[in-house]
């Protein structure tokens, strides 16, 4: 039923995109780019020489191979530049729409500027009518990834890969229409204002333009259809349209409303506005709607529709790629989502800012409770042109993603390392902000590096803390009873996890491992799946915790690392950075949230052992598991915290063949050389 309901919405999704694009043309951009890495003079003018440079396709960016070799990537000025054919069309609108430009651009048609835009991640459009001409024009724009003094992010533990990294469109409309220039939102927001089992009000906003010279008249039909895409709500109203903006406002009631209910029930309907020439539609937007509330309780966590909904997950950096870098699309996302649900997640952090569009509407579809944030990280700057960057970069992500149900958090920042005064009132002045222009959710800040208590720390709605304790400092078991102190000292306030994590090399191997160095070159798999049997194991006693976050889903590009097996990355994932090899670790945190049978023996990539007894070790969500070795039982044991230990098997020279069942009908092989010789044989 849920396919052939998505089905169905996605049918429906496509006819309004249709009707959509009769009104609204959209036209892709991201083919027959010209780049240099380089700041060229006069490379916005119509009649530069550019038949040297190299040829691109968006989404690109410059930092493809330094971004994650380690090292020093290049991190400053590059050019795109590529013509674009329009008609002459009177009346109508023409703007240019980035998904992301990393972290600055400034944008020449036929040799004038368009504009800039400061802050990497978040979409922006262009009005820029004025500046074509029939036929071929000259797009021109310049992108910079240096360190700008008043652009955020000033710092983090990640690679800022520069470029046009997300896709670049054209798009038309006529002189009135549903507003694009509003901090690249689409012009159309709503509020859930009532809502229970039995009923469901919506609060609605439509942000409207008129560029002609004098008042139009028009229709403004706004609808709500289910998932079938059956009309549950309509409205219809006349407008008159001034020179210029306005904004127009409606309610919609939905009677016995399907509530969205995270994963077990990710129910959508959609909404579209439509504003109707005579009966003509002159323009539209679309949006899901998830009908939902969100809460948190300091003793019962984090609540969905008034019930406790624990919430868990994992860091999500981006769908960045060996050679690619941050510049993929669609397709990385899709299997990046597939091997995290794969895991019975809740929720995801999306860090360390804005991330693309279409990873919010997957969440939306799938269920996903997401937290997500600005790029305030490590570093401020005491400036009023980075405070004001912030705002903007804080509406932006607002303003572009407040329809969507997957989203409950707003993230104000992460591990700024000072705690004074300036970054106290600056994590309370983007709170307040926040409520502002969002009231209906929670603002939370990734603290790690002054008193849990800190002001810095209590500033939002709900704390969180970036805690590693096992890997940089402390032991596995000082988790627990840290939460429990803090809990005691704060009833009040939610408090939850923004980070846990150890690093892991899937070809580095040792049973049993010693104590990595986080900084060193050794990190055996095997000590990053202690960390988290250990944590996960307190974590789940604690349901006061509003969330936890494991750091990370995946590997990640981190040009300043030099540790484990590869420079230029942190290994803290639970799944390497090609997506090829999924960890011990990842298998363990299944059994841990997979609700379907989960089995797995622990070590398989540690092949070659020596003769002698050892601890065999598997993961399981069942009661209890058998081990057989080359076909005779070993024995059956108890499946504790999803562990089960063999503790002293005997292994002889030769083939092993190991395989393990449970009670749950699960059963898995692994098959091992074993050697006569000393333990230095399983390094």
């Known amino acids: 039923m849920k396919t052939a309901a998505r089905l169905l919405g996605l049918l429906l999704g496509l006819l309004l995109a249709l009707q959509a694009e009769a009104a609204r043309r959209v036209v892709s951009l991201d083919e027959a780019w010209r780049f240099q890495r380089a700041d060229v003079a006069g490379a916005q003018a119509p009649g530069f020489d550019d038949a040297a440079w190299s040829v691109v396709t968006l989404p690109h960016t410059y930092n493809a191979v330094d971004g994650e070799t380690g090292g020093t990537p290049y991190r400053g000025p590059a050019w795109y530049r590529r013509t674009l054919d329009v008609e002459a069309v009177a009346g109508r609108r023409r703007f240019l729409e980035f998904d992301a430009a990393t972290l600055a651009a400034d944008v020449w048609v036929n040799g004038r500027l368009a504009g800039r835009h400061e802050g990497g991640y978040a979409r922006f459009r262009m009005d820029i009518t004025a500046l074509l001409r029939p036929g071929p024009n000259v797009l021109a724009v310049r992108v910079d990834n240096g360190k700008l003094p008043q652009v955020a992010p000033l710092g983090g533990d990640f ?131 998830g009908l939902r509330r969100f809460g948190v309780d300091p003793q019962r966590g984090f609540l969905l529709n008034g019930e406790p909904y624990p919430l868990y997950g994992v860091n999500y950096f981006h769908a960045g790629r060996p050679g690619r870098g941050v510049a993929v699309g669609p397709a990385e996302i899709d299997e990046d989502l597939r091997i995290l649900m794969d895991l019975g997640l809740t929720g995801l952090r999306l860090v360390h800012y804005q991330h693309p569009a279409y990873t919010y509407d997957r969440a939306d579809e799938l269920g996903l409770v997401l937290w997500t944030e600005i790029p305030l990280n490590s570093a401020m700057d005491e400036s009023a042109a980075f405070r004001d960057n912030l705002h903007g970069q804080l509406r932006e992500l607002v303003r572009q993603n407040r329809h969507h149900a997957s989203v409950a958090v707003w993230g104000m920042g992460n591990e700024v390392y000072r705690s004074d005064e300036p970054i106290r009132a600056l994590l309370a002045d983007l709170h307040a902000l926040a409520k502002q222009e969002d009231p209906s959710r929670l603002t939370t800040y990734a603290h790690c590096c002054a008193p849990d208590d800190h002001p810095m720390a209590l500033a939002t709605d709900l704390a969180s803390y970036n805690r590693y304790w096992g890997w940089y400092d402390g032991q596995f078991g000082d988790i627990g009873p840290w939460a429990d102190k803090l809990h005691a000292r704060l009833p009040g306030k939610p408090i939850g996890l923004g980070e846990y994590g ?99 023996i622990a070590s398989p990539r540690l092949s070659t052992r020596p003769a002698g007894p050892v601890a065999i070790k598997a993961y399981s969500n069942a009661a209890k598991a058998t081990l057989q070795l080359n076909g005779r039982v070993v024995g059956t044991v108890d499946v504790v915290d999803r562990v089960a230990v063999w503790p002293a098997v005997e292994l002889t020279p030769g083939p092993a063949t190991l395989e393990v069942s449970d009670d749950r009908g699960s059963r898995e092989r692994v098959d091992w050389q074993v050697q006569g010789l000393g333990p230095e044989a399983s390094r």
């Open 502 to 600: 150890a690093g892991a090399s899937a070809v580095q191997q040792e049973d049993p491992p010693r104590r990595p160095e986080p900084g060193g070159r050794w990190h055996p798999e095997q000590y990053q799946a202690l960390f988290h049997e250990a944590y996960a194991a307190q974590l789940e006693k604690r349901p006061y915790l509003w969330g936890r976050f494991i750091w990370l889903g995946f590997d990640h590009a981190a040009a300043n690392r030099h540790e484990g097996d590869t420079t230029g990355r942190n290994d803290k994932g639970l799944v390497t950075y090609d997506r090829r090899s999924l960890k011990d670790a990842y298998h363990l945190m299944r059994a841990w949230w997979q609700s379907r049978p989960v089995l797995h």
């Open 159 to 289: 690679t800022v890969f520069g470029g046009l990294i997300r896709p670049v469109r054209l798009i038309e409309t006529p002189a009135a229409h549903i507003e694009l220039l509003d901090h690249g939102g689409p012009g159309l927001s709503f509020d859930i204002d009532e809502l229970d089992t039995a009923h469901a009000r919506l609060q609605l906003q439509v942000q409207l333009r008129n560029d002609g010279p004098r008042p139009v008249e028009r229709r403004l039909r706004l609808t709500l259809r289910d998932a079938r895409g059956l009309r549950v709500a309509e409205q219809v109203q006349r407008l008159r349209l001034p020179a210029g903006g306005t904004a127009a406002r409606a309610r919609l009631e939905v009677v016995t409303p399907h509530l969205w209910q995270g994963v077990k029930d990710p129910y959508l309907y959609r909404l579209s506005a439509e504003l109707l020439d005579g009966r003509e539609v002159a323009d539209a937007v679309q949006l899901p709607v």
